[in-house]
């Protein structure tokens, strides 16, 4: 018997992958650009243990039993993590031995913060881990076909998921672009909405923007190339103003093919959309771009922020957006906010600001730009064991 426990993080996308142009091989119709969330706050983490006794393949997600279906994304990544084994003559442990696999996440999968990207990339880098297969190129190719943004969550810092263009997928790659230490002030308020609502998945929501949304082409034709290229210019010159102003407008554009599919799918809602005014309000006060926001498949918010507007932003959300939990030890979460002095001349910005809504988030988590999977050792799997889980 041999096992092996990994941790993976969450990639929240600056320019958005949505609209696949083959299905089974998750291949996109856009190249995507994201930043890799630290593990500190939020990850995935699995356990694969493989063993000549077992009878079959199981896996368990969050402590729940779920089915190890044949043709399933989790089959598929299995049987190409096998496929590179055996290319690679890798003798660790043999195919043949069938799997246990146990995965959970320190967040709640129901706050819709990119858990198939963590959870997918976790599981394939824990297999390739087990089976003594290198983390490159190819091995993204192979995420990607558990969920398309897992291939993003492979590396660390800031990374481009290329679209390729041979029909076999083998150029879908994720690449870094650059790691965390190249700008490691990058921080995240996320704002967890208080929201029970179902949303349309991810994979069912691109699928119908392809068929019916004429917005999604001239987004992959005419706008995502120009972004992409401007992006990698402003992170290569920790250029935070065109970070900004590109991430808002990627995310807004997004909403925006949403809402072109035919039936419609309508993510964000409306404390979402208060959130996107506050944000240009305050930026306009601020007198530059002090924070960016960006929304993924749900009404949740992630404000990207450097380190030493940390404070005052938070301030300002708590002002607009005051929770009765705020005093309360579980509703800011994360990295510490630092005290900081003398902010008097920042107060006086936000004072008048206007309350938008009360108690309009679950939470709130601090978090930056962090590094790539890793494998535990076992004293550390032991501990993390005990990552808070949703209270
Ligand atoms: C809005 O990767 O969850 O978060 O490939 O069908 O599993 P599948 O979809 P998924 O879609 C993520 C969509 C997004 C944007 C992004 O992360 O780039």
């Known amino acids: 018997m041999i096992s092996v426990t990994c941790v993976a993080p969450v990639n929240i996308a600056l320019i958005k992958y949505w609209g696949k142009r083959h299905e089974d091989l998750i291949l996109p119709v856009n190249d995507s650009i994201s930043m890799t969330l630290s593990t500190d706050e939020l990850c995935a983490k699995t356990t694969v243990t493989a063993s000549e006794t077992f009878e079959r393949n199981r896996m368990w997600l969050n402590g729940e039993e779920v089915p190890f279906e044949e043709g399933s994304r989790l089959q598929r990544c299995l049987k190409e993590v096998h496929r590179l084994a055996v290319a690679k003559g890798s003798q660790k442990v043999s195919p043949s031995w069938k799997l246990h696999i146990a995965s959970v996440n320190n967040f709640p999968t129901a706050a819709g913060l990119a858990s198939s990207a963590a959870g997918y990339a976790c599981l394939v880098y824990s297999l390739s881990r087990l089976y003594d297969i290198p983390l490159n190129e190819e091995l993204t190719t192979v995420a990607r076909q558990g969920s398309g943004s897992a291939c ?43 929201d029970a609502r179902k949303k349309t998945a991810s994979t069912k929501g691109m699928q119908q923007s392809v068929k019916t949304s004429q917005l999604i082409k001239h987004r992959v034709d005419q706008v995502v190339p ?27 554009q997004f909403h925006a093919v949403a809402l072109d599919t035919y039936p419609p799918c309508v993510y964000m809602n409306d404390v979402s959309h208060r959130i996107v005014s506050f944000v240009h309000e305050y930026n306009e006060r601020m007198g530059s771009y002090h924070a960016a926001y960006t929304f993924d498949a749900g009404p949740n918010a992630c404000l990207y922020v450097l380190a030493e507007n940390v404070p005052h932003l938070l301030s300002a959300v708590q002002r607009v957006f005051p929770n009765d939990l705020a005093d309360g030890g579980t509703y800011l979460r994360g990295l510490p906010i630092p005290k900081v002095e ?14 938008h809504a009360k108690n309009a988030f679950r939470y709130i988590i601090h978090t930056k730009v962090g590094e790539g999977p890793r494998e535990l050792g076992a004293d550390e799997s032991l501990l993390l064991n005990g990552l808070p889980l949703e209270h």
């Open 226 to 252: 120009d972004r992409i290229n401007q992006l990698r210019g402003a992170i290569a010159s920790h250029d935070f103003q065109t970070f900004a102003e590109i991430t808002m407008k990627d995310s807004n």
């Open 152 to 194: 993003r969550s492979l590396y660390g810092g800031f990374v481009q998921w290329h679209r390729g263009a041979l029909d076999d997928g083998s150029d879908s790659v994720a690449k870094q672009i650059a790691p965390s230490a190249h700008w490691p002030d990058m921080h995240v308020l996320i704002l967890v909405v208080n």
């Open 342 to 355: 003398n902010t008097e001349h920042l107060s006086s910005k936000i004072d008048s600001l206007d309350v």
